[in-house]
């Protein structure tokens, strides 16, 4: 009864239970009247500004996206090249902040100087932003090609140097009966080696019999030929198979190559397991 006849007593307890109330619910909004701010200010902004520099890579939370100027505008991109947005600049915040934002104000960013960090909005989230890569300049073509030779010596300089698991005895993979046919490769150390090549044949049906050796020199790194005047013999380097590593031997026209007989010369050799 007391409390009746002090009747603003009262009323500073509704105040405070509406402040109490009024403070619990800023607080579950916080983000959501955070947002709608900094639409309205978007869309009282002056317009673009210096737009500074927002071209990279960029952590968005515990997420990544490459965000790219475009036309006058800034593509968001995933991983996969994609693109899952479109941005442009709103104008400054406090002459500080750079502000970007899609088409109908779902993503906003907001940039600190020198866009290494900032916001990253959405209408019930919020993450930090913050710069990783910067994007790879485009090459011009003199650039790609020198870039592609290196590549390429790089490679190439790798197989040579592994041409000296090709030296050693090999022979001929065939299902022909009455075949007798070898290849002896030792590797000179300088993209070349010595051969020593035989084949015969003997049985009823056909009788052939060549020998010849050389030297073949490599043009590129699975492939070595023997030009000797108008004979040209191509070696293919085929690698290593469950049969060994594999030697293929093909003659151009090989009745300029002194081998005797109606038999088919070329064929494909390995060392055996």
């Not at 990253?120 to 890569?133: G, I, K, L, R």
């Not at 994007?135 to 040579?160: C, F, G, N, P």
């Not at 594999?246 to 090989?254: G, K, L, T």
Request: glycine share 10%.
């Amino acid at each position: 009864m007391k409390l009746l006849r002090r009747p603003y007593i009262v009323v500073a307890l509704l105040i405070a239970i509406a402040c109490a109330c009024t403070a619990n619910k800023e607080q579950h909004s916080g983000k959501d009247a955070d947002f709608a701010e900094t639409v309205k200010k978007i869309e009282n902004a002056p317009g673009p500004l210096d737009q500074g520099t927002f071209s990279g890579e960029y952590l968005i939370g515990d997420g990544g996206t490459f965000i790219v100027p475009v036309a006058g505008a800034f593509e968001m991109r995933n991983e996969r090249e994609e693109t899952t947005g479109v941005l442009d600049f709103q104008g400054k915040e406090k002459d500080t902040l750079s502000i970007y934002a899609n088409k109908d104000k779902s993503i906003i960013f907001k940039m600190n100087p020198g866009h290494k960090s900032g916001m990253y909005y959405e209408p019930d989230a919020q993450w930090p932003v913050s710069f990783v890569n910067a994007l790879r300049q485009e090459e011009s073509e003199e650039e790609e090609t020198e870039r592609i030779m290196k590549q390429r010596y790089a490679e190439d300089s790798i197989s040579y140097s592994q041409l000296a698991m090709y030296g050693g005895n090999y022979e001929i993979k065939t299902e022909s009966e009455g075949v007798n046919a070898t290849l002896n490769l030792q590797y000179n150390g300088d993209q070349s080696f010595n051969y020593e090549w035989s084949f015969e044949v003997d049985v009823e049906q056909a009788k052939c019999k060549a020998k010849r050796k050389g030297v073949l020199v490599m043009d590129r790194t699975q492939h070595g030929i023997d030009a000797d005047g108008e004979c040209r013999i191509h070696f293919n380097f085929n690698g290593y198979t469950s049969k060994g590593y594999i030697v293929e031997i093909d003659f151009e026209d090989q009745s300029k190559c002194g081998v005797e007989g109606g038999c088919d010369f070329s064929g494909a050799y390995a060392t055996g397991n």
